[in-house]
């Protein structure tokens, strides 16, 4: 069984950084594309950032030049490099997965790590 496993969760000041990680485990094809979610208090599910590959990336606007997306294939780990905090980020962070398994792909998620910005 596949497990997707967050960490580097936290309760930190506005300006302030952190680094979530997401180790993945039980795999038996490759993993293809990698990311972070977000959902806040009373809204839906967003993407965060996206991994197509290691060079290949997708942000969404509003942590664009704040947020970084990184990947260790070999480590079947997944990063994502926080700075410049805000309090609008304060949410639960989902680490996602597409594990390619022919003749299509199947999705994981991890269980959620709380970040909290405070102002």
């Known amino acids: 069984q596949v497990q997707l496993v967050e960490s580097g969760g936290g309760v930190v000041q506005a300006g302030e950084s952190l680094r979530l990680s997401c180790a993945a485990s039980g795999l038996i094809f490759r993993i293809t594309t990698v990311g972070w979610f977000r959902q806040a208090p009373g809204k839906q599910r967003e993407l965060v950032a996206l991994?197509?590959?290691?060079?290949?990336?997708n942000y969404t606007d509003s942590v664009k030049g704040r947020f970084t997306i990184s990947r260790s294939n070999a480590k079947n780990t997944v990063y994502l490099q926080m700075d410049s905090l805000k309090p609008e980020d304060t949410a639960v962070y989902y680490c996602y997965a597409e594990e390619a398994r022919p003749p299509g792909t199947a999705t994981h998620w991890g269980q959620g790590t709380q970040v909290t910005v405070s102002s």
């Open positions: 991994s197509y590959s290691t060079t290949y990336t």
